[in-house]
């Protein structure tokens, strides 16, 4: 192979978002599970370099593979203090464990307008997830990926 050192990369926290969910709606079964959708109603969102609100009509596409797995996919957006608002695509995989919590860890996609956030469109980020039943509402922890 190449001579380059293998280095893990790390993670950089931030933000946590506390996003209000409404309750789910079965869409019925497809060829691959069950469909469900979650809205998003509202939220609000802290980091070392940034804060704001989790903005309502988002929402979270979800599918309940046979195996048990969950893929998530939430769309919404997020307003700054500043007024700034900003785009999340929230990619999320749950599976469960024996003996242990269930895996829970996402892929983000964020998109800021030019000026003061335009940081957020150059790093790479994962996520976690955490429910807080029985509170309508998700626990999103974000992380930058440092090489």
Do not use: C
Request: zero cysteines.
């Amino acid at each position: 192979m190449t001579e380059i050192p293998l280095v893990t990369p790390g993670a950089d926290f931030v933000w946590e978002a506390l996003v209000e969910i409404a309750p789910t709606r079965l869409l019925g079964e497809g060829p691959l599970g069950e469909r469900r959708i979650v809205p998003i109603t509202g939220g609000q969102f802290a980091g070392p370099r940034i804060r704001g609100r989790v903005l309502p009509g988002g929402a979270d596409r979800q599918l309940i593979r046979r195996d048990g797995v969950k893929r998530l996919e939430a769309l919404y957006e997020i307003e700054a203090e500043d007024g700034a608002v900003i785009t999340v695509l929230n990619r999320v995989v749950i599976a469960p464990r024996e003996g242990a919590p269930d895996y829970r860890a996402s892929t983000l996609e964020i998109a800021a307008p030019e000026g003061p956030h335009a940081w957020l469109n150059r790093l790479a980020f994962i996520g976690t997830l955490h429910p807080l039943a029985p509170r309508p509402a998700v626990l999103v922890r974000v992380f930058a990926l440092v090489p």
